[in-house]
C-alpha cells in the first residue's frame, strides 16, 4: 500500500514496486486539500499495482503522474513537474514571492484580492484544468462589485503569470490567450465648488482643526493624498520656492511613487506657502509636515472617517477625499491657469492625459466653440463694409 509522507512540509508519495521502494514528489504544500489530492493518487496506484499482479497490465505511472519522469531523481526517486499537479493557489503565491522588486503596498494589495476575488474561484484548480471560460466567469463576478478599471489592473499579474508559464513550457496556453480586457467605464470626476470647499474647510475648523491645513493642502496642491501623507520637512526648499514630491506613504509604509512623472518638483504658490508657514509655527517636533491631533503622523484610513463626518455635518454632497485633487485641477484650468503648469504639478505623464480627463473646465469650452474665429470673421466683414 503507498501511502503519503512529509518531507520539510512538502508532501510525497511513499510506495514499493516489484520489490523496490520508490517515491513520487509532486511539490505540494502539506495541507488538507493537497493531501486529498495525493490520497487520490494513491487509489489510482494501488489499484494500477494490483491489477497488474492479476495480469491485466503494466502500471501506467505517466497516466496516474502526468510530467512523471521530466525530473528523475536518483534512488528510485521520482520528480513530477510539479506545474501540472501544484493547484493555481500554491503556483501564484510563490511566484508572487520571488517577485522582489515588488513594493510591500503593492504585494499586500495583490495578495488581499488573490484572497477575495481570485482564490475562490480558480485558487482549487490545477494550472491544466483551468480555462477561458473560467476567466471570463470570475472577470464577470468580480466586475460587480469592482469597476472594470480595476480588475483588469488586478489581473494584470495573473496574466503574467500564465505567460510566464507559457513561456516555460509548463502549459501550451495561457487561458487568458484570447480573454480581452473589459471596456473601461468613464469615471466622472465630481470636485468640490468653491462655496462647497469654503464649508469643508470651516468644518474641519470647527470638528477637527488639526487636519484643516492638510485637506486644504490637498485641494491647493493637486497631489496625490497619498503623497502628501508622507511629505517630510527636508523636502521643501524654501530657497528656490518648490515642495519636492519624492515619496508616498500606503498602508502604514512609505513607498516610491507610481511612475517617473509623479517624482516631481511642484510650485511653492502663494496658498501653498501659507499653509506650509502655518504648520511650521506650530513648531511640533516631527518629519513629517502634516501630523494628526497627537502630532503623528496622519494615518489615511482615520483621516477618511473624519472627512466623511465633516461632510455629513456640513450637508455636502458625498463624494472620496481624491476628489480633492480634482478641485485643485478644474478651479486652476477653469480660471485660465496655463494647462501644461496644472499637468507638470498633478504629475501626468503627458499632456493629453490632463486634457481628456478635465476638458469641460477649460475655458473655450464655457463659451461656444468657434466664438474666437466668428469674432475674426466680424472684424473682417466690418473691414469690407468700410
Known amino acids: 500500500m503507498a501511502s503519503i509522507r512529509v518531507d520539510k512540509d512538502v508532501l510525497y508519495i511513499d510506495f514499493s514496486y516489484r520489490g523496490k521502494r520508490k517515491r513520487v514528489y509532486l511539490g505540494l504544500s502539506n495541507t488538507a486539500h493537497n493531501r486529498a489530492i495525493l490520497e487520490a493518487k494513491i487509489n489510482l496506484l494501488d489499484g494500477a499495482i494490483k491489477g497488474e499482479k492479476l495480469g491485466l497490465g503494466e502500471v501506467d505511472f505517466k497516466q496516474i503522474f502526468p510530467g512523471l519522469g521530466l525530473f528523475q531523481k536518483p534512488k528510485e526517486e521520482l520528480e513530477v513537474d510539479r506545474f501540472l499537479t501544484a493547484t493555481f493557489d500554491v503556483l501564484y503565491l510563490e511566484w508572487i514571492d520571488h517577485k522582489t522588486h515588488i513594493a510591500k503596498n503593492t504585494r499586500r494589495t495583490m495578495l488581499s484580492f488573490h484572497r477575495n476575488h481570485i482564490s475562490p474561484y480558480i485558487g482549487h484548480k490545477l494550472l491544466g484544468d483551468i480555462t477561458e471560460k473560467d476567466i471570463r466567469m470570475m472577470m464577470t463576478v468580480m466586475s460587480k462589485v469592482n469597476r472594470n478599471v480595476v480588475v483588469n489592473r488586478k489581473l494584470r499579474s495573473v496574466r503574467s503569470f500564465f505567460n510566464e508559464v507559457v513561456e516555460e513550457g509548463h502549459l501550451k496556453e495561457s487561458p487568458f490567450k ?205 473691414e469690407d463694409n468700410e
Open 178 to 382: 484570447k480573454v480581452k480586457y473589459l471596456r473601461n467605464e468613464k469615471v466622472d470626476i465630481k470636485p468640490f465648488n468653491q462655496e462647497e470647499l469654503a464649508r469643508l474647510l470651516v468644518g474641519f475648523a470647527e470638528k477637527y482643526p488639526a487636519y484643516e491645513s492638510f485637506v486644504a493642502f490637498l485641494a491647493f496642491s493637486g497631489c496625490r493624498p497619498n503623497e502628501v501623507v508622507g511629505l517630510k520637512w527636508d523636502k521643501i526648499d524654501w530657497e528656490n520656492r518648490k515642495i519636492l514630491i519624492r515619496e508616498g506613504f500606503v498602508l502604514g509604509e512609505e513607498t516610491l511613487l507610481k511612475t517617473d512623472s509623479s517624482v516631481r518638483d511642484i510650485d511653492m504658490t502663494e496658498p501653498l506657502e501659507v499653509l506650509l508657514l502655518q504648520q511650521l509655527d506650530k513648531g511640533i517636533d516631527s518629519e513629517y509636515v502634516f501630523v494628526n491631533e497627537f502630532n503623528r503622523r496622519i494615518c489615511w484610513e482615520n483621516f477618511r472617517q473624519k472627512y466623511h463626518r465633516v461632510l455629513k455635518l456640513k450637508n455636502i454632497v458625498s463624494r472620496p477625499a481624491y476628489q480633492l485633487r480634482h478641485t485643485f485641477a478644474s478651479m486652476a484650468i477653469k480660471n485660465g491657469e496655463d494647462i501644461l503648469w496644472v499637468s507638470r504639478m498633478l504629475g501626468h505623464s503627458n499632456l493629453k492625459t490632463t486634457l481628456t480627463t478635465y476638458t469641460r473646465y477649460i475655458p473655450s469650452l464655457e463659451r461656444k466653440d468657434g466664438s474666437i474665429i466668428g469674432g475674426i470673421y466680424s472684424n473682417i466683414k466690418g
